[in-house]
Structure formats: C-alpha cells, structure tokens
C-alpha cells in the first residue's frame, strides 16, 4: 500500500484543484482498505474512495480526512462466460468499453468516452447517448467497514437518473459513519449474433459518440464533465426543455467568468478551469448559475458534482 501525507489535491481531480488531503492511502486489496479505514478510525477522521476525481471538487482548504484510491490490483476484467463479465472497481470505464467491443458485445460502447473509474459510474449510474451503467449490470460486490464482502443485486442498488444507492453511503463516508465501498461489478452484455451489430459496427458507434462529445464539450481544459443534472421537466412556458445548457446559456452566462472559473463556450453546463481558477472560483460561479437560473425562468439546478472538504 502507498501512504502519502499532505498529498495535494489538485494531482488527483480534473478539475486540477484543490488542497492537501492530510492522508492519502493506495490500496491494492481489500485487506489493505480495511487497515486504512482502521488507522482514520483510530485518528477519527473520516474518509472518501477516490476514483479519477473526474466528478469531485476539492476545498482549497484541503481535506482533513483520508483518501482512499483503489490501485491496479481492482483494475481487473474477468470474461465469466456468455456475455458476464466481472470488473474491478478501479478499472477505466472506457477500458472496459473498448474490451467488450473488441470481443462483440453491445451495451457499454456509447459510454467509451465517459470518464471515470467503473466504481464511479456504478456510484453515479453514469450514462450517455441512450446507456446507463445500470441497465447491464447484474450486482455489485461492496466492502463494509467490519471487513465483509456483500453482493447486492442491481435491483436493489437503487439505480436513477445519474443516481444509486451508494451515493448515500458515501455521504455516510464523508461523515466518519460506516458505509460500502465499491469493489467491482458484475455485467451481462449482449452478443453480436443477439444484438445484430459485429465489432466493426460497435466501433463505428463507439467513434460516432467519441466524436460528438468531442465536438460538444470543452475536453481540452480542466472540467469535471456536466456540472447541473439533468432536468425532470422545463421551465412552464418551455415545457420541452430539460438541459440546463439551455437555460443557462438562454440567461447569457455562456463565458461568464468568476476568477479563473468559466462557464464554458462550447458547452454551457460545463465549468472550465480556464486558467488558474481556484475551488472556491468554481463553486462560487455554480452558484451564481444556480442563482441566475432560478430567478430567470423559476428552476433550481442540481450539481452533479461532488464537493469534498470546508468551503
């Protein structure tokens, strides 16, 4: 196990900010999460499981607590056979993608390009073009703080719009309260005799879906993907409407900046750090996006983004 003090944040998000985490641990088995959760506990600090901080805000503060990441040893994929595959937690959800393509099964090619550990898209039930994470998994395998491995299965994970189960745990976690930690799942995708679509053709989806969101969204500076979730429903007079780019550019805050903070130009539900933007640019440009789009058309964003440490 690796064991870092005052280990910068800022290393370790998308966003590239962010404070020291006073301890930051690297596990490579579940016996070695269980002896860091034991040191913290000891010290009484809380912890959070990092995956590649792509949907995490760090205080500038720092965080008082550990950081838990899961090393390579979780970055596994195993073919169960028949379309099963069970994957580490740790593994990048594109790596995953790009494995099953090549061998000719459907149903996680269009999240390729979503970025992120598996752990994190089970945790968020990330999705994209018509998939979510969710609709092939079969159970997720989770760790608990007395050292018992549970399976659950994804009925009762709780799946929702970019939501599971596990986002109350981690909440519990950022707490100093027991809850799960993701250690891998298990999935059930479709072949190419069943799904109609050989590997050639996956592929081709798999670059159509790369390419849009290439030509969507600001991927070269530092963001942390959408910032608001998605809407249930418009705003009364524009009913249609549920992308909170729409109502955040129709309130002309396309390029507004805070610091080094901007609402992007290309895509306005993505914050960018455009240049030496600090976390506290950041949630403090959320919230006046929040604010604006509120008073303009009557509707209360959500972030997606999780924010971790004292702001």
Request: proline share 3%.
């Amino acid at each position: 196990m690796i064991f870092l003090e005052n280990e910068p944040m800022s290393k370790h998000t998308s966003f590239k900010v962010g404070g020291n985490a006073r301890y930051f641990y690297k596990a490579e088995s579940a016996e070695e999460i269980l002896e860091a959760q034991k040191e913290l506990a000891a010290k009484g600090l809380p912890y959070f499981i990092l995956g590649n901080g792509t949907n995490l805000l760090v205080s500038d503060k720092g965080y008082k607590g550990g950081i838990i990441m899961l090393g390579k040893s979780f970055s596994e994929i195993q073919d169960l056979g028949n379309g099963k595959f069970k994957v580490g937690a740790g593994l990048s959800l594109g790596a995953f993608a790009r494995k099953t393509i090549k061998l000719g099964y459907a149903g996680i090619h269009k999240l390729a390009g979503v970025p992120g550990t598996l752990g994190g898209a089970i945790y968020m039930n990330a999705g994209a073009y018509g998939q979510e994470i969710s609709q092939t998994c079969l159970e997720v395998e989770c760790l608990n703080t007395a050292g018992a491995i549970n399976v659950h299965k994804a009925a009762d994970c709780d799946f929702g719009y970019r939501h599971s189960g596990f986002q109350v745990s981690a909440e519990e976690r950022i707490a100093g309260r027991p809850a799960e930690i993701i250690l891998s799942a298990t999935f059930l995708l479709e072949s190419a005799e069943t799904s109609g679509k050989d590997s050639y053709t996956l592929e081709t989806e798999m670059q159509e879906c790369m390419a849009k969101r290439k030509a969507s969204q600001p991927l070269n500076m530092p963001n942390a993907g959408s910032t608001f979730k998605r809407l249930a429903v418009g705003a009364e007079d524009i009913p249609q409407q549920i992308a909170p780019g729409y109502y955040i550019e129709q309130a002309g805050l396309k390029g507004y900046r805070i610091g080094g903070a901007e609402v992007s130009t290309v895509h306005a539900n993505f914050i960018v750090n455009a240049g030496g933007a600090t976390a506290n640019d950041i949630k403090e440009l959320s919230e006046y996006v929040q604010k604006t789009v509120a008073e303009k058309f009557g509707i209360q964003l959500q972030r997606e983004i999780i924010l971790l440490g004292e702001f």
